[in-house]
């Protein structure tokens, strides 16, 4: 029987997509969100003067960048609660799982961006007589902040994208919908293919979002 | 008002000042002139330490600047520098450039801090940009609105860092313009610089520093125009020569 492309079987995929667009949805929003505290917070301690805060992050951002995200999800979710005796619920884990992976990668974002502000900043806010810290929040993060929004939004769309990674350890997020469906509808082509114009669509709302951000950020309009 | 003892500073291997004394009295204007890597601007980062110097000792209005338990940002707002490469805050308005400090430091409420901010820019002549953006502004008038910054903390001193030296050249009177302002109204300014001009005609005492080493000191009178130190004849005859 030769292959027949049947559109129609797109169009009413969608609907049936929802239910697993929440979960992805949930799980991107939430991680990304506990993942830029996370980021932020390992960002600033990679520039620390302590060289113990300095080496902790070190070691998180090495360890969550050179292991597959796929092996950090099954390790949380089945392998953890075999030692701690204690199951986690797959949205939450998904979302740990996210929060983690992006942090470490934001961090590196974060860092870079204030390393990038001209130390004069640094000095000339010290030398009104504003301390470390307040220097660094009044005068340092805000710039720093614009600078991160491009390499944020890289961070964002690939995170997106990971949660479909998350199907592995049985999260109904939107990949794993799909092949619900095909299992019962066999229609793999069109089925994945809704699957993807979905994740489009988002990513690309995404990329959107951002640059309207940057723009409003911008300091002298039309500049 | 600054009392510098026997300071040495060394970066690495490199000792960039070799031991200097100076006494800066209150409402004295002091040029410190000399070649480019005498270490003169090392001096002045010293002073607000934001070079730790690596001996001797600095006390600027009464506060021991090498003393590690000093509060150094109490004794930074009291003597303010103004830097060559102007460094305002980019993403905020001039205005609030000028009332950043009274506010955080000074504890001045936002009101007070804005009224003072536009006395100040309208004292630089720039009050009608309190509400641009720096650089929106020339060179010229972003280190004017530098030195407003500076006076919005209403310092002892201040500390100007080759303040002309990144103009073009014709805007390099407009600064000069403020700062003899300010000098004959008796701030006491410690001023690094390759003015010449400037020093002579607003300087009290001129320091001469090549080496890592005060060479020369003295009245702009004398000290331009019968100059002892060979190293000094050489090097004004050099800069009055352009």
Same mark, same amino acid.
């Given at each position: 029987?030769?292959?027949?492309f049947e559109p129609s079987v797109v169009l009413e995929t969608f609907p049936m997509l929802l239910?697993?667009?929440?979960?992805?949805?949930?799980?991107?929003?939430?991680?990304?969100?506990? /993942?830029?505290?996370? &980021?932020?917070?390992?960002?600033?301690?990679?520039?620390?003067?302590?060289?113990?805060?300095?080496?902790?992050?070190?070691?998180?951002?090495?360890?969550?960048?050179?292991?597959?995200?796929?092996?950090?999800?099954?390790?949380?979710?089945?392998?953890?609660?075999?030692?701690?005796?204690?199951?986690?619920?797959?949205?939450?884990?998904?979302?740990?799982?996210?929060?983690?992976?992006?942090?470490?990668?934001?961090?590196?974002?974060?860092?870079?961006?204030?390393?990038?502000?001209?130390? &004069?900043?640094?000095?000339?806010?010290?030398?009104?007589?504003?301390?470390?810290?307040?220097?660094?929040?009044?005068?340092?993060?805000?710039?720093?902040?614009?600078?991160?929004?491009?390499?944020?939004?890289?961070?964002?769309?690939?995170?997106?994208?990971?949660?479909?990674?998350?199907?592995?350890?049985?999260? &109904?997020?939107?990949?794993?919908?799909?092949?619900?469906i095909?299992?019962?509808n066999?229609r793999?082509f069109e089925v994945?293919l809704a699957v993807?114009v979905v994740?489009?669509?988002?990513?690309? /709302?995404?990329?959107?979002?951002?640059?309207?951000?940057?723009?409003?950020?911008?300091?002298?309009?039309?500049? | 008002?600054?009392?510098?003892?026997?300071?040495?500073? *060394?970066?690495?291997?490199?000792?960039?000042?070799?031991? !200097?004394?100076?006494?800066?009295?209150?409402?004295?204007?002091?040029?410190?002139?000399? #070649?480019?890597?005498?270490?003169?601007?090392?001096?002045?980062?010293? !002073?607000?330490?934001?070079?730790?110097?690596?001996?001797?000792?600095?006390?600027?209005?009464?506060?021991?600047?090498?003393? #590690?338990?000093?509060?150094?940002?109490?004794?930074?707002?009291?003597?303010?520098?103004?830097?060559?490469?102007?460094?305002?805050?980019?993403?905020?308005?001039?205005?609030?450039?000028?009332?950043? +400090?009274?506010?955080?430091?000074?504890?001045?409420?936002?009101?007070?801090?804005?009224?003072?901010?536009?006395?100040?820019?309208?004292?630089?002549?720039?009050?009608?940009? @309190?509400?641009?953006?720096?650089?929106?502004?020339?060179?010229?008038?972003?280190?004017?609105?530098?030195?407003?910054?500076?006076?919005?903390?209403?310092?002892?001193?201040?500390?100007?860092?080759?303040?002309? *030296?990144?103009?073009?050249?014709?805007?390099?009177?407009?600064?000069?313009?403020?700062?003899?302002?300010?000098?004959?109204?008796?701030?006491?300014?410690?001023?690094?610089?390759?003015?010449?001009?400037? @020093?002579?005609?607003?300087?009290?005492?001129?320091?001469?520093?090549?080496? +890592?080493?005060?060479?020369?000191?003295?009245? #702009?009178?004398?000290?331009?125009?019968?100059?002892?130190?060979?190293?000094?004849?050489?090097?004004?005859?050099?800069?009055?020569?352009?």
């Amino acid at each position: 029987m030769a292959f027949q492309f049947e559109p129609s079987v797109v169009l009413e995929t969608f609907p049936m997509l929802l239910r697993g667009l929440k979960y992805t949805v949930a799980i991107t929003i939430g991680g990304l969100a506990v /993942g830029f505290v996370l &980021g932020a917070i390992a960002g600033l301690m990679k520039i620390s003067r302590n060289g113990f805060f300095r080496n902790l992050a070190g070691i998180y951002i090495e360890t969550i960048r050179g292991t597959p995200m796929l092996v950090q999800a099954m390790f949380l979710y089945y392998g953890v609660p075999m030692a701690s005796g204690v199951r986690i619920p797959p949205l939450v884990a998904g979302i740990i799982v996210i929060a983690v992976n992006s942090g470490a990668y934001i961090a590196e974002i974060v860092r870079g961006a204030i390393q990038s502000i001209n130390p &004069g900043q640094m000095e000339a806010g010290r030398s009104i007589g504003l301390t470390r810290t307040q220097t660094m929040r009044y005068i340092i993060w805000p710039q720093a902040f614009r600078r991160m929004i491009p390499p944020l939004g890289n961070q964002f769309i690939i995170s997106l994208k990971d949660t479909s990674l998350l199907m592995v350890i049985g999260v &109904g997020e939107l990949l794993r919908t799909g092949q619900e469906i095909v299992a019962v509808n066999f229609r793999a082509f069109e089925v994945y293919l809704a699957v993807g114009v979905v994740y489009l669509v988002m990513t690309l /709302g995404i990329a959107r979002a951002l640059r309207a951000l940057e723009r409003h950020l911008r300091v002298v309009p039309g500049k | 008002m600054i009392r510098i003892e026997n300071l040495h500073k *060394s970066f690495g291997d490199l000792e960039v000042i070799k031991g !200097i004394d100076l006494h800066v009295r209150p409402g004295e204007v002091v040029c410190i002139i000399g #070649p480019s890597g005498s270490g003169k601007s090392t001096v002045l980062r010293c !002073i607000n330490r934001l070079e730790q110097p690596t001996s001797g000792r600095i006390i600027v209005d009464g506060h021991d600047v090498t003393d #590690p338990k000093t509060n150094m940002n109490l004794v930074r707002a009291e003597a303010t520098m103004v830097f060559q490469q102007f460094n305002l805050f980019p993403h905020m308005t001039v205005l609030h450039n000028v009332t950043l +400090g009274p506010v955080k430091v000074r504890g001045m409420d936002s009101a007070q801090a804005e009224k003072l901010g536009l006395e100040l820019l309208a004292k630089v002549g720039l009050a009608e940009k @309190a509400h641009n953006y720096p650089e929106q502004l020339s060179g010229g008038q972003k280190q004017r609105v530098a030195i407003a910054r500076a006076l919005a903390l209403q310092p002892k001193v201040i500390l100007f860092d080759e303040p002309t *030296s990144a103009l073009d050249p014709e805007l390099v009177g407009e600064v000069l313009e403020v700062m003899k302002q300010l000098a004959r109204e008796g701030m006491t300014m410690v001023v690094v610089t390759h003015e010449m001009g400037f @020093a002579k005609e607003v300087a009290d005492r001129v320091i001469f520093i090549d080496g +890592g080493r005060i060479q020369e000191e003295g009245a #702009p009178e004398t000290f331009f125009a019968n100059p002892q130190n060979p190293r000094l004849r050489d090097f004004l005859g050099k800069v009055i020569a352009h």
